[in-house]
């Protein structure tokens, strides 16, 4: 089979397609023949050398998840047939045309999607809905700060919470892509480029501030946020590229008995991926098939491109999730 190859940690010129055995599912285990799999920020710091691959997954082959048929099932596999569309996260190696996966780690791709469309939905809508439902605990009518609503996991969460009845506040540094969140469903857009994220958040709370906030940047923006959390409210830390060493006031929290805490979703042990890939599966997927949520895809490039891949989202234009197709 054919793979996206990290030859050393460097630039995107670094990357290279090569040839790699199939893998054989075992028990238990289906194979899947990839059609799309898609960009994640994770696959920049692998390919950098500074995010290895977990235990169990390949060191030298990028891809969190993948959009593909059922090719052939392990002894004792039987939730799954060949021919069966599915989609799902991986710990590594999505970046190939094919994967090997637990077969309850298998999410079924609605009838409506394409795969361009199915390879845009794993990893950005398990992290958010986990993130959200999971850890945040969001229910109807509180008011959620996403920072970086215009990422791939920033528009899976603005259209989660608002399907859920919450008030979403987002940020970013682009008008563009706050224009496209607003016809989205992102009720109050701020600029952080102009604006300052605290006094922007109390003017439009009146002063009330927020229950929760999703932040996947980190940095002074978590700082920030932390001034505009309402009492017992909660905040999730899922993404650090404005930074991972930051000063945290930690008599605010005490004052305000803020909840702040981290999560990652690529590590996690085998039964977690299968417990939450089940649940989103009955909560999401309807959604998903009516229409009422739909991937955002930034741009489609063939696998051969993938050093064009990377260079789009390190210019940190794209709006949305970057796919790749084979």
């Known amino acids: 089979m054919r793979a996206v190859v990290i030859g050393k940690p460097g630039g995107p010129e ?27 920020r994770a696959d920049l710091l692998q390919r950098r050398g500074s995010y290895p691959a977990p235990p169990g997954a390949p060191a030298d082959i990028p891809g969190l998840e993948y959009a593909g048929e059922v090719d052939a099932v392990g002894e004792g596999a039987g939730l799954w047939a060949v021919g069966n569309r599915v989609m799902g996260i991986v710990g590594g190696g999505g970046h190939a045309e094919y994967v090997v996966v637990h077969e309850r780690e298998g999410i079924r791709i609605p009838q409506n999607l394409s795969w361009e469309e199915a390879a845009a939905i794993p990893e950005v809508f398990l992290t958010a809905y986990d993130a959200l439902f999971r850890q945040l605990d969001l229910t109807m009518g509180e008011r959620l700060l996403i920072l970086a609503v215009g990422s791939g996991v920033g528009t ?111 590590s996690r042990p085998l039964e977690e991926k299968i417990a939450l890939a089940r649940e989103f599966s009955n909560a999401v997927l309807p959604l998903i098939s009516s229409a009422r949520i739909r991937p955002v895809v930034d741009s489609v490039f063939p696998m051969a491109d993938i050093r064009k891949a990377h260079e789009r989202m390190e210019e940190n234009a794209s709006f949305g999730k970057i796919v790749l197709t084979w």
Not at 177 to 189: N, P
């Open 14 to 40: 670094v990357l290279s397609l090569e040839d790699r055995p199939v893998p054989q599912p075992g028990p238990g285990e289906i194979r899947v023949r990839v059609h799309a799999s898609a960009l994640n």
């Open 156 to 266: 899976a969460a603005l259209q989660l919470a608002s399907a859920a009845g919450a008030t979403v506040i987002g940020t970013s540094r682009t008008a563009g892509k706050l224009k496209r969140a607003q016809e989205m469903g992102l009720e109050i857009a701020i600029d952080t480029g102009k604006e300052d994220l605290a006094e922007a958040v109390n003017q439009a709370t009146y002063g009330s501030g927020v229950h929760a906030v999703l932040d996947l940047v980190g940095g002074k923006l978590l700082e920030a946020s932390l001034r505009v959390v309402a009492l017992r409210g909660r905040v999730v830390v899922v993404g650090t590229t404005g930074g991972a060493n930051v000063q945290v006031d930690l008599g605010l929290l005490l004052r305000r008995r803020i909840h702040l805490f981290g999560t990652v979703l690529r």
